[in-house]
């Protein structure tokens, strides 16, 4: 990942900036699966526990992923800030997951 932006918020504004111009939206997008053997260990650990350390860490990566994806996006672009953050997540089968991070740059 490059050196991060100055400022990343989830509001639609940065209180005492004025944005001056909007590039439009940046994204960042990661899909992962746990694998065959990752799969059956989650698979064990749902059965036995409420928390699945495996799939909250796969995720956790990818949503970490995509972030770093979107701030790159943006530096490519030029832009010195990013608002309205927000992450979506869905199911691209049963085994992988989407996760995708989008911003205004």
Known sequence: ???????ITTT??????RAVQSLG???GISVRSPGVVGSFVAGWQSIWSQN???FTAMCEKTRSEAFDLLIE????????????????ANEVNTVT???????QR
């Not at 639609?12 to 900036?17: A, K, M, N, S, T």
Request: no cysteine; proline share 5%; net charge neutral.
């Open 1 to 7: 990942m490059k050196i991060g932006l100055p400022m």
């Open 12 to 17: 639609f504004d940065l209180p005492g900036y």
């Open 25 to 27: 939206v940046v994204r």
């Open 52 to 54: 699945n350390k495996t």
């Open 73 to 88: 996006h943006a530096q490519e672009l030029g832009a010195n800030a990013i608002i309205g953050v927000r992450f979506d």
């Open 97 to 103: 997951t989407e996760i995708l991070a989008y911003g």
